[in-house]
């Protein structure tokens, strides 16, 4: 009798289950209650087997995934809710929440994706629109599609100001790259210059030390000039003594000599006749001017043309007479 009891109880639970096909979906509603989104997204999936066209659970659906920060997945689950003139509050409420969910994408990628950013908020703008359009009186989504713009538009300017920045440091960068380049050239001119001045004062000393080499050389040659006609007349005056000494040998030649005159007879004093005869001293003990072989040699020919012939002094002999001493010791 119990155990029949129990049996009863049993198919009355389960066929009050069977019988109820919202429980499931009625779960999933209170676990989003609850908070836990997981196990309640788990729970409208779950319901949406039996139920795949329901429009209140891909809506329940996209709300719980929004939750979760899954933003694509509660875009795809509120797109399956159908636009339709007979449900415009349900219709309102995905475009809300999908004009939310655009935002937060597009806010995820503000600093990171500019571009993409501007992309999703502008979506975000059409599903705002659409839902005040099912539901005028929607003071939500007029209040985020007035936000939206106004992210809109201070997103353009940064990024206007960000792209007027980057082209004046470009322009920056350029003109200081030119500037850069023009003092690596001036740089290099000025190396240019300085090589060439320094290889020019290389070439001034050089010529300036051949310039000194050849004036040493010019100094030694007219010093050398100027010893060689000491030396030449030097020369010239020995040449002249050995000349002079060999002219000497001539005049005491045995056949050039002037016979003496005899003892006591009269003729030219001998001071005289060594005088005529270039003896080397006038009467007076002054030296006489030395003469050139030439002169000496004619004066030695008039010498002779003078000289007195033996059969001359024979006859000067036989007429004289013998002189009387003047005093007798």
Do not use: C
């Amino acid at each position: 009798m119990r155990a029949a009891l129990l049996l009863v109880l049993a198919l009355g639970t389960t066929g009050a289950g069977w019988l109820d096909p919202h429980a499931t979906a009625r779960q999933a509603s209170k676990l989003y209650a609850d908070g836990k989104f997981d196990d309640a997204v788990a729970k409208y999936n779950e319901a949406l087997v039996d139920d795949p066209d329901s429009a209140l659970l891909h809506l329940n659906l996209g709300a719980a995934a929004y939750r979760q920060g899954k933003f694509d997945d509660a875009i795809n689950a509120l797109g399956q809710v159908p636009s339709s003139d007979t449900e415009p509050a349900r219709t309102a409420r995905a475009a809300y929440d999908t004009g939310n969910a655009k935002y937060r994408l597009g806010a995820a990628a503000e600093t990171s994706d500019p571009k993409t950013a501007l992309e999703r908020w502008a979506e975000a703008l059409v599903a705002y629109r659409r839902a005040m359009g099912a539901d005028p009186a929607d003071e939500d989504a007029k209040f985020n599609h007035e936000f939206v713009e106004k992210k809109i538009a201070d997103l353009k300017k940064k990024l206007e100001e960000q792209q007027k920045n980057k082209d004046q440091q470009q322009q920056q960068d350029q003109k200081d790259q030119k500037q850069q380049q023009g003092e690596d050239q001036q740089q290099q001119q000025q190396q240019a210059q300085d090589q060439q001045q320094q290889q020019q004062r290389q070439h001034d000393q050089q010529q300036e030390e051949q310039a000194d080499k050849g004036q040493d050389q010019q100094q030694q040659q007219d010093q050398q000039d100027q010893r060689q006609p000491g030396e030449q007349k030097e020369k010239e005056q020995k040449q002249k003594e050995q000349e002079q000494a060999q002219g000497g040998d001539d005049q005491e030649k045995p056949g050039d000599q002037k016979p003496q005159q005899a003892q006591g007879e009269p003729g030219e004093p001998q001071g005289d006749q060594r005088q005529a005869q270039g003896g080397g001293a006038t009467a007076g003990g002054e030296p006489t001017k030395e003469m050139s072989p030439h002169e000496a040699e004619a004066l030695l020919d008039a010498q002779r043309d003078q000289e007195v012939r033996p059969d001359e002094i024979v006859q000067q002999l036989q007429g004289a007479g013998v002189a009387e001493p003047r005093e007798d010791w």
